[in-house]
DNA sequence: GACTTTTAAATGTCAGACAAATGATTTCTG
DNA sequence: CAGAAATCATTTGTCTGACATTTAAAAGTC
């Protein structure tokens, strides 16, 4: 575990990166205690203040914990599912923010990936999992629900959807697609409607996974996509035709 | 913007919090300056240090860059999808190494998001991807290869496959799961026998693509998936039984 | 033996300083 | 006046040293 001192990177960034490959490399084990800031700082041949930057970098991408005390010190982290979902959807949400992601290509990426989950949904959901898509189901036909949360609740039911496969590595990763793609389905007023047809396919998809039926669950998992795709490309034409009334008026001006 | 100083959590994990806020609120955009470290402390009324572990913290997650020098600060980050990439490689390799999660389940996974993209792939692959493909499939045919390096071959053939798809979200929802599962794969040692029934299937998917035709790039998939799964049990059988003797060993001293 | 107090070790925070990088400004030169 | 060179100011990177706070273990007390 070394640094050079000469290089153009930061030191910090070194430090953290050493540190880093130790824990990947598996020289240093989940639960064991690193050497104090003092140590590392000796042993690194820096001052404190840039061991602890160092350690902060770990810190923010839960690696490693701190503990205050006696016996305290920084200890590597068993990362836990939940912490790498909500990294996941902290990341997706902002790559999605700013990269100018289109709402179609978010679209077809969270249904392909939904599609991938439903045959083994199909194969092991528990009582659990339906009772859950059922309660959503029930949730989105209540009248007076705000789009907002509609929009939450349909994220509950794909959840349940895809928690029903029983791969944690699954769930993990599609948190991070569907999550994160509310901002972009809350641009959506969903009319009574839309929201009909909706909780009709949803209602589909709970009878097929009840039923164990994944080819009944994918066809209409890609009919609620082509509707969705539809219901976006509509929220965008009039967003964009509110745009450019907005111009217009600023440009007569 | 602001902090309470009263609060448990640390300070500097509070500030972190509050600029990210910010940033995930619009208020800061893509490119902008953040205040001064000096400001920033003043107006959190704490000590430079402090503040430089919490934007420490946030630039370990991309979200912010500091330039050194007369114009320099520190700069929100337009995450970019390879940033995004390699962190979500880092967090899913992590997460498979440190939480015991059988082949079995990570085998899943990737197979079934990767048919989730296959019939997009077919729809949209360029000559590229398909010459990405074929050269691959070349590679692995040839006689003196490592596992790893067959491994590695593995990767960036599934990788074109999926790249196939033409969707970016896709693309960098995948590439944690397939990456991060190369260190389980490495465990494999594949005969000469193996190797043959995985090229003749990657000729298959490749056939397939090529022809647009999604069921049988399906169905070479799913042989794929039962192939690789065969493989994986065995392996893992193999490693339990050295352990196995291993102990008897141990225990007959 | 059970409870309280003390102590030592570790992280969290602060203050002030200097080094290094870098863009802007000024000065010098032709 | 134009361009090149030198200087300057600003900002981050790093260091030193110190004190505050937390915590577990050791020591002391009843």
């Known amino acids: 575990m070394k640094i050079d001192p000469n290089s153009s990177a930061d030191l910090s960034v070194q430090i953290a990166q050493a540190i880093k490959d130790s824990i990947i490399a598996g020289e240093l084990d989940v639960g064991e205690r690193l050497p104090s800031e003092a140590e590392l700082a000796d042993h690194f041949q820096v001052s404190r203040p840039t ?3 160092a350690l902060k970098r770990l810190a923010a991408q839960s690696l490693i914990r ?6 305290g010190g ?10 790498a979902y909500s990294q996941q959807i902290t990341t997706s949400t902002l790559l999605l923010s700013m990269n100018a992601v289109s709402f179609d290509t978010a679209c077809e990426a969270r249904y392909a990936l ?23 189901i029930f949730r989105q036909g209540q009248p007076g629900l705000t789009d907002e949360a509609f929009c939450a609740s349909d994220v509950a039911f794909h959840r349940a959807l895809v928690d029903g496969a ?14 994160a793609m509310q901002p972009l389905m809350n641009m959506i007023t969903f009319t009574a409607r839309d929201r009909e047809r ?4 949803h209602g589909q998809i709970a009878d097929a ?9 994918d066809l209409a998992l890609s009919e ?17 035709s509110r745009h450019q009334n907005r111009s217009n008026v600023e440009n007569s001006k």
């Open 209 to 217: 996974i009840e039923q164990r039926n994944s080819q009944a669950a």
């Open 74 to 83: 920084a200890f590597v982290n068993r990362l836990s599912f939940e912490d």
């Open 198 to 201: 909706i909780v009709e396919l």
């Open 224 to 240: 609620l996509t082509a509707y969705t795709l539809e219901l976006g490309t509509k929220a965008m034409a009039a967003r964009a």
């Open 166 to 179: 029983g791969n944690p590595v699954l769930s993990y990763q599609l948190a991070g697609a569907v999550e």
């Open 114 to 136: 939904e599609r991938a989950c439903a045959p083994l949904s199909a194969e092991r959901r528990s009582p659990d999992h339906l009772a859950t898509m059922r309660a959503e």
């Open 66 to 71: 701190s503990q205050r005390g006696a016996s």
């Open 51 to 53: 061991v602890r930057e």
